[in-house]
């Protein structure tokens, strides 16, 4: 009777240790998966962000901004202040609209980050201000005058200075443009 007794506390026993091993055993598993996740989650965004890139590594820069104007970065890696360059002085187009001749006058100015695109742009402005001219002497007066219009306008001015610029320099630079002037008669 003494060893079932014996037995019977070292069974309660061990019962009551069992539970106590699994919860355990549980909460390592939960700690130990939750570290997992935080480091698998923080190697992910070093490598999509291209802080794990070679040529992050090798130039100490971002590799996701290293052709684009659009994410310059001083040395202590922050974002260089906004440079406004003015395309020189208004461009003049005329249009035809309702058997009338009309007459568009707009003055541009392009945003960059770069502090070497502003001589760049002024290098390249005669090509620039005649793409642009051409590109806006094709317009209607319906597009002129509606927003929506002129937002296009804006666009396709932009990508097309974008596209000057990365042809003769190899980059695009240029963030935005704006309309500083806009005047229909």
């Given amino acids: 009777m003494a060893i079932e007794e014996t037995l019977d506390e070292g069974a309660a026993g061990s019962g009551k240790a069992a539970p106590k091993k699994s919860s355990l055993l549980l909460i390592i598993l939960l700690v130990v998966t939750t570290l997992l996740l935080v480091v ?21 820069t971002d590799a996701t901004f290293a052709d684009s104007a659009a994410g310059k970065k001083d040395q202590s890696g ?24 009309r007459y568009l006058q707009v003055q541009m100015e392009v945003m960059t980050r770069d502090p070497e695109l502003p001589d760049e742009i002024k290098t390249h402005l005669p090509l620039i201000r005649n793409n642009l001219l051409l590109m806006l002497s094709d317009l209607d ?7 929506t219009g002129k937002q296009k306008i804006r666009a396709e001015a ?5 596209s000057i610029l990365k042809e003769q320099i190899g980059k ?13 008669q």
């Fill in 172 to 184: 695009k630079g240029v963030e935005e443009l704006y309309f500083t002037t806009f005047v229909m």
């Fill in 40 to 60: 698998v989650s923080v190697a992910a965004t070093l490598y999509f962000t291209g802080a794990l890139s070679p040529q992050a590594a090798m130039h100490g």
């Fill in 158 to 162: 932009l990508a097309e200075v974008q």
């Fill in 78 to 101: 922050n974002k260089l202040p906004p440079l406004y360059v003015e395309l020189g002085e208004p461009l003049v187009v005329n249009f035809v609209e309702n058997n009338q001749i």
């Fill in 141 to 147: 007066f319906a597009t002129i005058s509606s927003f």
